[in-house]
């Protein structure tokens, strides 16, 4: 099969049910991280700040994971003493006590969180059965699923976000992080989802999961990565940080 075979293959089977099930999936591991900074009395208008954050379980401990410019947003945040809301989750994670780890060079955050605290953000636990990952090549498959901040909707005085998810390839390897380019030519809709219009703001999506696709008789992935920077255009690059810098303490070790 040629490459231009293989592409529309691969369209093919994204727009379908197949696709769904898969963006589903992934999607299942995320849940937006945000804080209000100011309401309307009626609770019909609030405004909020807001990244993406998810778990994982090392065995010994489990901790939260989002990008360390969400992390950084928080904590210069004025006014805001309690903590931030992650999901439908009740609990306040103030994230000046929690943090474990800043990545002192790369863009990513870990933060102390029990399981049964992970648990009501009802994102699934990400249990990578060893660790640390491989590195990420040039080439292959990734998903990833985040929370635009401006898909939220104010619904009977709450919020909910709107996800966004997406398939690509790595098209560039450094010892921090990877990326890869989102060109719209070769976007398909997901079955009864129309495409994004030109011009989406990815803002909000920052602390994405990134999971490489394993291919073979059962399709399965594993955590690669972190989105750290995603812009504003269609047409654009997306970096993400090497899930592979986290120890297994929750360290981030660069």
């Given amino acids: 099969m040629d490459e231009q075979a293989s592409i529309e293959e691969a369209k093919r089977l994204a727009s379908g049910a197949f ?40 065995g ?40 474990i780890s800043r990545g002192r060079n790369i863009d990513i955050c870990t933060f102390d969180v029990s ?22 090549e040039i080439g292959q498959a990734i998903l990833f699923a985040g929370f635009p901040g401006h898909e939220k909707r104010v619904n009977r005085l709450n919020l909910e976000f709107g996800r966004f998810s997406g398939a690509e390839m790595i098209e560039s390897v450094r010892d921090l992080d990877f990326s890869c380019q989102v060109d719209r030519k070769h976007m398909v809709p997901l079955a009864g989802r129309p495409l994004p219009e030109p011009g989406y703001d990815f803002g909000g999506a920052s602390g994405a999961p990134v999971f490489r696709v394993h291919r073979g008789d059962i399709v399965h992935w594993e955590l690669l990565g972190i989105v750290y920077q995603c812009g504003q255009t269609l047409v654009e690059l997306i970096k993400m940080a090497r899930a592979d810098l986290i120890c297994e303490d929750g360290v981030v070790a660069a």
Avoid: M
Wanted: aromatic fraction near 10%.
């Fill in 19 to 58: 696709g769904l099930e898969l963006a589903n999936a992934v999607s299942s591991y995320a849940a937006p991280i945000f804080w209000v900074r100011s309401q309307a009395s009626d609770g019909t208008e609030v405004n909020t700040s807001n990244g993406t954050a998810f778990f994982v379980d090392f």
């Fill in 60 to 99: 010994r401990i489990i901790c939260g994971v989002t990008a360390g410019h969400v992390y950084d947003a928080f904590r210069e945040e004025p006014g805001i003493s309690s903590g931030c809301r992650i999901g439908p989750s009740t609990v306040l994670f103030n994230l000046r006590d929690r943090k």
């Fill in 115 to 136: 399981r049964l605290e992970a648990e009501s953000t009802k994102a699934r636990i990400i249990s990578p059965s060893a660790w640390p990952p491989s590195a990420p």
